[in-house]
């Protein structure tokens, strides 16, 4: 079978489906919402749907890579209302994961829905051992997302960003042995 089909992952509230070329339009509404885009340090503001393509391009040559790039689309009608990426680190045995969820669509338990997913999905079909969340400071919605599953400190790295600054992350781990 397809492994785009084999990996779709359904949750109570969501369809989660691997990006495609046809995501582009909807991939771009989750992040059309500048206190979204600027939480994301590959994005600039004003959002554009180069940089929508330019996810979607990812998404198409990762899975044989390890990066698997998904969105998740509400089942009631269909909308896109975020983005979720569990991607192999040097370490095959370690998945870190990304993640944004349109402003409409916050506070709604939806990240801890994806979130869920792909721990589930991490620890079983793709076998790591860790899964990494790494999150800036001032992102305190980001960092009580991933607390919730049990996510512990373990080091900082610097990034660039889009803009060329550095941002400073702290490396949040969730090791299999340990899930409740
Ligand atoms: C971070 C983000 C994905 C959270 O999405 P969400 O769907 O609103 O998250 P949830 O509703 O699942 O909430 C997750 C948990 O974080 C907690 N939380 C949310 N905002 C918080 C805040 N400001 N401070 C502390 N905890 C917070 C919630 O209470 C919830 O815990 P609970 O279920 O125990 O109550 C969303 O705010 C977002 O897309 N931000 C912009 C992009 C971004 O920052 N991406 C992450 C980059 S590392």
Not at 11 to 27: A, F, M, P, Q, Y
Not at 128 to 145: C, D, E, M, R, Y
Request: overall charge neutral.
């Amino acid at each position: 079978m397809n492994p785009v089909m084999t990996l779709a992952v359904e949750t109570s509230r969501l369809n989660l489906t691997i990006i495609g070329e046809h995501s582009v339009k909807d991939v771009f509404d989750t992040l059309n919402y500048r206190e979204t885009a600027e939480m994301i340090s590959f994005l600039t503001w004003p959002m554009t749907l180069e940089q929508a393509e330019g996810w979607c391009k990812i998404a198409i040559e990762g899975i044989p890579k390890g990066k698997y790039l998904y969105i998740a689309h509400e089942k009631e009608k269909g909308r896109p209302v975020g983005c979720i990426c569990l991607v192999e680190e040097q370490d095959p045995k370690r998945g870190e994961i990304g993640y944004w969820v349109a402003n409409p669509w916050q506070g709604k338990g939806i990240a801890s829905e994806m979130i869920q997913a792909m721990i589930d999905l991490g620890f079983g079909k793709l076998g790591f051992s860790t899964i990494v969340a790494k999150i800036a400071a001032h992102n305190p919605s980001s960092l009580g997302a991933v607390k919730k599953f049990g996510f512990q400190p373990n080091g900082e790295e610097i990034k660039k960003t889009a803009k060329g600054t550095d941002l400073k992350l702290t490396v949040y781990e969730l090791k299999q042995d340990i899930v409740p």
